[in-house]
């Protein structure tokens, strides 16, 4: 099992930034494919960017790319999401997932098995 809880979420106006924290515990941290997701109201959860232990692939949503990092410190078992330019259509429940290192689909919020309570962040306009 592995226990996942995020932190950092908040109010920020557009332009922004914020830094979320996801600190993970149970079992080894660095076995784990990391990913981070969002639902903003009335949609559906989607994909926000995922990497592995090894932190040299990590994968992003084009609509964040290149504004969101993401980064993790086996060391202190927590992934992070640095958040800058933040847009009001960022505004969203973001969640922190785990799933194992094998396999394809990364993007695919059904292949996480481990999920965080969420972290609620809001872009005011």
């Known amino acids: 099992q592995v226990q996942l809880v995020e932190s950092g979420g908040g109010l920020v106006q557009t332009g922004g930034s914020l830094r979320l924290s996801c600190a993970a515990s149970g079992r080894t941290f660095s076995n784990y494919r990391m990913g981070w997701f969002r639902r903003a109201p009335g949609k559906e959860r989607e994909f926000v960017a995922t990497?592995?232990?090894?932190?040299?692939?990590?994968y992003y949503a084009d609509s964040v790319k290149g504004r969101f990092t993401m980064s993790r410190d086996n060391a202190k078992n927590t992934v992070y999401l640095q958040m800058n330019s933040l847009k009001p259509e960022d505004t969203a429940v973001y969640y922190c997932?785990?799933?194992?290192?094998?396999?394809?689909?990364?993007?695919?919020?059904?292949?996480?098995?481990?999920w965080g309570q969420g972290t609620r962040v809001t872009v005011s306009s």
């Open positions: 997932a785990a799933r194992a290192l094998s396999g394809t689909s990364y993007r695919l919020d059904t292949t996480y098995n481990y």
């Open positions: 990497n592995d232990w090894s932190r040299t692939n990590t």
